[in-house]
């Protein structure tokens, strides 16, 4: 795959890490806790980790307020431990993507300190302050704006009060905050995942939102309006390839945006003659219903809406949403797998979903996550999603000697130790299906075609010269028939049919997966 950037044929792991491995014992994980757990990502075939942030940071929103770009929080160690982490990543071959948050910082960041010190402040017009407020909801309930009783001026925060919105409208702002991505780049950090990328330009004239038609009662209070004046701005693509810029004054970085849009908004993100984003972060398998149907227009909608020149990408899980495995069951969770390390481009997985691992039920006093504790009961948590990775069936499960902050699910069964070396399990499939994009270079940059929806199978083939490969995917809970003309098995979902040469009509078990090599 000499023909392609790393990040194209790359399998990018998400790693939370205050959930990944804690060294120290304060419950919390750490750069040490990742540095002694390499070996597993390598053994599990991954090609680069992007981590959640792990920045100086009061934690109001767990890293993503942060009060220094350019240092570690005590919490996850030091510079050193990072300078470490990143060399013996490298050593090993792997790759590191940092979070980057430049739509607001801390309150706490020294910048914003000054900002609100007064309205005569050299940084005051580094975040957005009005003598007004507008209509502008903040997306972790209740309204955008903070009166500051300093000055008597709001403030702008899209999420929490403590998370001011920094005025990328100003060139010093963009200055500092590039000058931010350089230090990490010097150190050769390989690339950034831009946190809500879409978010960064405002409405310069401020302008209400309307009301939004197609609100539901239940719903989080942000959707009563459509977000026409505070996402998503025509100036952002600008913004995008400057920053994309500085990326490029380094050897092969890359730049990945988080954007939550529908499929056409999205595609603009890579920007005027692909100079934006190289990767927008394709959301759709996190939102699309499970069944045959709803994924295969998914697929061929995305395919057909990507610009020419634009890598395709897939996301199956993040710190963000409900896992997969709770989403759709544990057997079909098998499919997602084999669906997702089928799909063309660079794909993207989020710790413990290579586990199985689910959602874990937080009781209300065990709640952490700001945008259930201000919004509390709409499914807004995200601590669920967020518990410790098990990695034996211990009391901490490995993870930590200590408490954990959040608590630790049903790791009896499923952890680490457990399934790494049992023949048939998640973890064994994950890594042949990882192992199969390296002896398979079709499945990363081979075409994709055919993509069919039919007694809820979907099946697709992966295309390039010489090699034809079927994909078949039951999203049934029922057995069921396909026909094929021929073609020898090199996976299944349940590891067990490898080899096995098929033909003419054909029995699926319900929810298995098959991918064949066909016979041309
Ligand atoms: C992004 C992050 C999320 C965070 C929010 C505010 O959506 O993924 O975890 O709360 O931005 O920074």
Redesign the pocket.
Same mark, same amino acid.
């Given at each position: 795959m000499q023909d392609l950037a790393w990040w194209q044929h790359s399998v990018v792991y998400e790693i939370y890490p205050r959930s990944f491995q804690d060294s120290n014992g304060d419950g919390i994980g750490d750069l040490k806790g990742i540095l002694t757990r390499l070996d597993y990502l390598v053994r599990l075939g991954i090609d680069a980790v992007w981590i959640?942030p792990i920045y100086p940071s009061p934690m109001a929103?767990?890293g993503?307020?942060v009060a220094d770009y350019c240092g570690i929080d005590p919490i996850f160690g030091t510079m050193e431990d990072f300078d470490l982490l990143l060399a013996e990543l490298h050593r090993r071959g792997l790759r590191m993507i940092l979070d980057f948050?430049p739509?607001?910082t801390s309150d706490q960041h020294p910048w914003f300190l000054e900002s609100r010190s007064s309205r005569h402040n050299p940084k005051r017009d580094w975040y957005l302050w009005r003598d007004e407020s507008n209509n502008w909801p903040s997306?972790?309930g209740g309204s955008g704006w903070e009166l500051d009783a300093t000055t008597n001026q709001y403030y702008y925060h899209?999420?929490l009060k403590q998370?001011p919105d920094l005025n990328w409208r100003n060139p010093d702002v963009k200055a500092a905050m590039f000058d931010a991505l350089r230090f990490w780049l010097r150190k050769g950090v390989d690339g950034f995942r831009v *946190?809500?990328m879409w978010l960064m330009i405002k409405d310069d004239q401020f302008r209400d939102n309307p009301p939004n038609p197609g609100y539901q009662l239940g719903q989080p209070s942000h959707h009563r309006l459509l977000p026409i004046y505070n996402a998503d701005r025509p100036e952002i693509h600008d913004l995008v390839a400057e920053m994309r810029a500085v990326l490029d004054e380094f050897p092969d970085r890359v730049l990945i945006g988080?954007i939550?849009l529908p499929i056409e908004k999205l595609m603009t993100y890579y920007g005027r003659d692909m100079r934006g984003a190289h990767l927008p972060f394709n959301f759709q398998l996190l939102q699309c219903a499970w069944n045959a149907e709803s994924v295969a227009q998914v697929i061929s909608d995305y395919q057909g809406a990507l610009p020419a020149g634009a890598w395709p990408n897939w996301v199956l899980g993040?710190? *963000?949403k409900p896992r997969i495995a709770s989403r759709i069951g544990a057997s079909q969770a098998r499919v997602a797998a084999m669906l997702l390390l089928t799909l063309p481009g660079t794909l993207t997985l989020y710790y413990g979903e290579e586990l199985g691992m689910t959602d874990v039920p937080i009781a209300p006093e065990q709640v952490q996550d700001p945008?259930e504790k201000n919004e509390p009961g709409l499914g807004q948590g995200?601590d669920p999603e967020r518990t410790p990775m098990p990695w034996d069936d211990s009391p901490s499960a490995g993870f930590t000697s200590g408490t954990p902050w959040l608590p630790l699910g049903d790791n009896a069964a499923s952890n680490v130790a457990a399934i790494e070396h049992a023949p048939r399990s998640i973890l064994t499939l994950y890594r042949r299906l990882i192992d199969l994009r390296r002896i398979h270079p079709t499945l990363v940059r081979g075409k994709l075609q055919s993509v069919i929806a039919e007694n809820d199978v979907l099946r697709y083939e992966r295309v390039e010269l010489g090699t034809r490969i079927l994909v078949l995917l039951n999203m049934n809970r029922k057995p069921v028939r396909v026909t094929l003309h021929s073609g020898t098995v090199l996976a299944s979902t349940s590891l067990d049919r490898e080899g096995q040469k098929l033909s003419g009509t054909i029995d699926m078990e319900a929810a298995e997966g098959l991918i064949l090599s066909l016979d041309l």
């Open positions: 959640s929103d767990f993503y307020d948050v739509n607001h997306h972790f899209a999420f998370q *946190d809500v988080e939550y993040n710190h *963000d945008a995200r």
